[in-house]
């Protein structure tokens, strides 16, 4: 379990730097990306603030997988739309850089592997407590 909960917890971390990035640096940080206007520059930070609030509960959640279960699976759920967000984007304009495929698969396939695992460890405090 507390393996489990470091991954969670190092994941949140992640996507905080990710959004720190994003929120310092700008849409210049996307690799393959290219120069963007003002409106384009202010939209990528205003989202990237959600990306870090995003991982900062991801973090809180790590703390007590059992006593925030709700909301562990609220935002793998939130996670998993975002891959399927970016398959409407290829759909709709093509193909992004390498990089977000693989971002794309990791977001279709991390949060149901995620989910299935805390459900398990979730039995297996269950059937300890017997």
């Given at each position: ?42 939209e990528d930070?205003?989202y990237a ?71 398990r460890l ?9």
């Open positions: 379990m507390n393996t489990f909960r470091a991954l969670i917890w190092l994941f949140g971390l992640v996507c905080c730097c990710i959004a720190l990035s994003h929120i310092a640096i700008g849409p210049s940080v996307i690799p393959g990306s290219i120069p963007v206007n003002a409106t384009m520059d202010s930070r205003f603030t959600l990306f870090l609030g995003f991982g900062a509960a991801m973090i809180w959640c790590s703390r007590d997988l059992a006593a925030r279960r709700g909301a562990f699976g609220a935002l793998l759920l939130i996670f998993f739309l975002g891959g399927i967000a970016r398959l409407v984007s290829w759909a709709a304009v093509g193909p992004p850089d390498a990089l977000f495929v693989f971002l794309g698969a990791l977001e279709l396939i991390l949060p149901p592997l995620f989910w299935l695992l805390n459900e979730a039995q297996g405090r269950k059937s300890g407590d017997s």
